[in-house]
């Protein structure tokens, strides 16, 4: 654990601010006029050696969803394609794409040269009031390239602040329309829905453990069941889940859509909640009640948009057109971090108005549309063009099922589960029961440290151990990361 530092103020750096209340004073100055008379050697600073990174990442480094007092550091200095390389020179594949972001693997020279390139012009312009040639071409390749009718795009930075501009851009837009609706101030979600860390993203979130510690902050918010095909409410099969679930949203608007500003969903997978794979139909759905009840629809595409499920936009799938579309993660290639909250046209237009009428989106980021993430978001999509990487997903997607359905046999594994190059196994104590292991025993973090020492990188959702890789990765590295995951499985479990 961090011992307490016995560093006085003065040497942290701290000035006091009032100088001769002090008797210490005195010592401060003459130390102040020495430092003065006998500066610091110019030059670099010498480099830490190993243990003293591995000291300064456990004590000074606060790691996000990361027990600090258990953590053990693993320090990535270089990577190239699916493989990352730690400071003793240890090589990983990238099994979760650094946490879902990475498209086409890292140090692509295309990616590393868009960025490079960029630096030459400009690293940073302000979205507030002025713009800059890379964002908007950007902006207008989105725009083309999404959904139907998502024509205006808004920058942000990360995928919790597009969800939150989603949010705000809806209630903003009922009381706004010529035909203002200003009761519609809440938000209809899903049980186990993850949309991100700041506060409004975590109201229309659910996870439990995430979650409920923030409790008194949190806006109301409607919910209904997460259509979650492995642990099915009593008396609902397979067949009938489908209506089960939507006749469970359906009754939540009929009762409620006079306040409801907007359904917000992630399309076809529930990513934190254990990559929580809905029904066929369901988007599509929800689509249909939306426009039925008069909501919108707020498509949260940050984990599964940029072909992890096997298209651009998983909302493709089912031809479904949200009114506001959230991406991130991908959208960079999973370099930088750049996100857009996407809009129709009918809602930018309440939004327009003279200035006195404060109409305005009263909403930014500093690093909103950073040309820099956006030079490297262009490249992305060229990449996708130029290898295409959609085209090379079949293959991909078919021999990770393959494995899939072996792994399925273990008597530990209740479910596996699989939408595109998005892939979930789940571990429980009891296949015939679904009862899971308790949270407390570790069960998929003890898979992927064994996954670790054997070379392969991956993050567990609790019991669930999640393989979705870069879209670059090859059929022989998917064959490593799948059967080291299964030994994994067999040695721990
Ligand atoms: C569906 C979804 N929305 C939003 C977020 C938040 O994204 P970020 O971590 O970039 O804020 C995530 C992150 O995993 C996510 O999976």
Known sequence: MPGKSNKTASEKGAVPFCS?????????????????????KPGKPAEPARDELQRWDRQIVWHAFTQMSEYEPLIIESAQGCTLTDIDGREYLDATSS??????????????????????????VTLLGASNPTTIKLAKRLADLAPEGLEHVFFSDDGATAVEVALKMALQYWRQRSDPRPNKTTYLALANAYHGDTLG????????????????????????????????????????????????VERILADEHERIAAVVVEPLVQAAAGMVIHPNGYLRGLRELAR???????????????GRTGTMFACQQEQVAPDLLCLAKGLTGGYMPVAATLATHEIWRAFLGTHAESKTFFHGHTYGGNPLGAAVALATLDVFEEEQTLEKLPAKIDRLAEHLRRIARHPHVGDVRQRGLIAAVELVRDKATQEPYPWEEKRGMQVCDWARAHGVLMRPLGNVLVVMPPLSISLEQLDRISVTLEEGIINVV
């Not at 008797?23 to 102040?32: I, M, N, S």
């Not at 040269?113 to 400009?122: I, N, P």
Request: proline residues 8%; glycine residues 6%; negative net charge.
């Open 20 to 40: 001769g209340d002090d008797p210490a004073d005195g010592a401060r100055t003459k130390l102040r006029q020495s430092a003065l008379l006998d500066p610091p």
């Open 99 to 124: 946490v879902w972001c990475n498209i086409h693997g890292h140090r692509h020279p295309k990616l590393d040269a868009a960025l490079r390139e960029q630096l030459d012009k400009v690293a940073h």
């Open 201 to 248: 993203s975590v109201s229309v979130g659910g996870v439990e453990r995430f979650h409920s510690m923030f409790q008194p902050l949190l806006f109301e918010v409607l919910r209904a069941p997460s259509p979650d095909m492995y642990r099915l409410p009593p008396g609902v099969t397979q067949e009938t889940a489908l209506d089960y679930y939507l006749c469970a």
């Open 292 to 306: 039925r009840y008069d909501v919108l629809l707020i498509a949260d595409e940050v984990a599964v948009g940029f």
